[in-house]
């Protein structure tokens, strides 16, 4: 079997497992706000190039406990794609930022990011995945924080991060409360799969079809 069949089936057998099928170390905090206008947010995203099923994995503060606040609802994560955490609930966050129903938000949880706190994303296994810890430089009270390079991400070194202003690389705006930030897009990641990926996934889309079809005429 040649190396694309081979990798047409590990695709194929992918979907219909419904299991993840990429590195851990593929989804980084890319953005966060300790005090906003209608709750702090954790922006998390998936910077590789293929889907991570979130079940299981969580979230914690400086307190570094696997297990603290669920991500499963997250379900599968698509590449370049950016979900959000918030403290308030999420119908709040979501009139609060004018988010498309598309943009992933779990609310509602209690371990609140103080100033000068840490942010912590554990995967199923428990495993850290990405961290960042940070003072009171920069502030995100009413302001996010965002990385100011890809070099940033997962490189858990405040001094690499800024605030967000309206109209920045991120593509930030100002929410209804007044706060700053662009909660659910990152400007780190293409949203446009390439080529060999489209091919990759209409091949194993196809192969699944063939499996199905099969599976019906028998
Ligand atoms: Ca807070
Ligand atoms: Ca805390
Ligand atoms: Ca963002």
Redesign the pocket.
Known sequence: MNMFKKNLLVVAATLVAGNSFAAASDVAITEWMYKGGVGEFIEFTNIGTTAIDFTGWSYD??SRKAGTFSLSGFGIVAAGESVIITETWDNVFRDDWGLDASVKVLGNYS????NG?EINIYDASGSLVDRLTYGSNPRTDGTSGRATSADALGANDVSKWVFSTVGDVEGSWRAASGTVGSPGQTSFVSSVPEPESYALMLGGLALVGAIARRRVAR
């Open positions: 503060d400086d371990n609140n990011i103080g706190d």
